[in-house]
């Protein structure tokens, strides 16, 4: 167990529509990454916030949106969904603000399968 | 921009082979991470290797990064099942302060 805990675990929906994905991150980081990863793939990296605030953005499209709020849980949002946007979503934490540095602690994913 | 290549990017062998998958980027890198994924799970990190021509040994694991700090090696000796799963390697770039991930290697082992 990572600590880092992502709901929902699953989730079906249709072209066209909007989902939110939620994680919370081990108690004490102040960092969050948020990666898709398709079928068989290696990671991608969309967004990561440190406090509260961006810090950097990987290859997000536009249609996606993420937060950090104030108890440093995350949000992320996809809208205007695609066939081609069905992955695994994983959210990762870690102590430090440059995480690059330091061990990132990942979730176990949001898989996403659109219709 | 930095990239990481990872090799090979399959690999399938029996039970108690040895094996090696590299990690190989043109681009400097302060620090080296490998993580295993298995299937259904997030990545776990296995070691990170911060000093160039460093070897790390983890129980049957082997890691080494290189002089030059561009490339890693990860040795397998006597592979077992539970070794299954992608392998994933992430550089620490100088410039900036996001991870480089490759592209893993996915790995099975036959009983």
């Known amino acids: 167990d990572s600590g880092v805990t992502q709901t929902p675990k699953h989730l079906i929906t249709a072209t066209g529509q909007r989902v939110t994905l939620r994680c919370s991150p081990r108690?004490?980081?102040?960092?969050v990454y948020w990666y898709q990863q398709s079928l068989d793939q290696g990671l991608q990296f969309l967004i990561h916030?440190?406090?509260?605030?961006?810090?950097a953005k990987g290859n997000i499209l536009e249609r996606f949106s993420a937060q950090q709020f104030p108890d440093l849980h995350s949000e992320l949002n996809l809208s205007s969904l695609e066939l081609g946007d069905s992955a695994l979503y994983f959210c990762a934490s870690s102590v430090e603000g440059q995480g690059a540095s330091g061990e990132l602690f990942f979730g176990e994913g949001s898989r996403l399968t659109v219709l | 921009t930095q990239l990481l290549e990872q090799s090979p990017q399959f690999l399938s062998i029996q039970e108690g082979e040895n094996l090696t998958v590299y990690c190989n980027s043109s681009?400097?890198?302060?620090?080296l991470q490998w993580y295993r994924q298995e299937p259904g799970e997030g990545p776990v990190l296995l070691v990170t290797?911060?000093?160039g021509g460093e070897v790390k040994k983890l129980k049957r694991l082997t890691f080494q990064f290189g002089d030059a700090r561009k490339d890693s090696s990860l040795h397998i000796t006597a592979a077992q099942p539970g070794d299954t799963g992608l392998y994933l390697c992430?550089?620490?770039?100088?410039?900036?302060?996001?991870?480089?991930w490759g592209a893993g290697t996915k790995l099975i082992i036959k009983p």
């Open positions: 681009s400097v890198f302060s620090s």
């Open positions: 108690s004490g980081d102040l960092s």
């Open positions: 916030y440190y406090n509260g605030e961006e810090r």
């Open positions: 992430a550089g620490a770039g100088y410039s900036n302060y996001q991870l480089i």
């Open positions: 290797v911060v000093t």
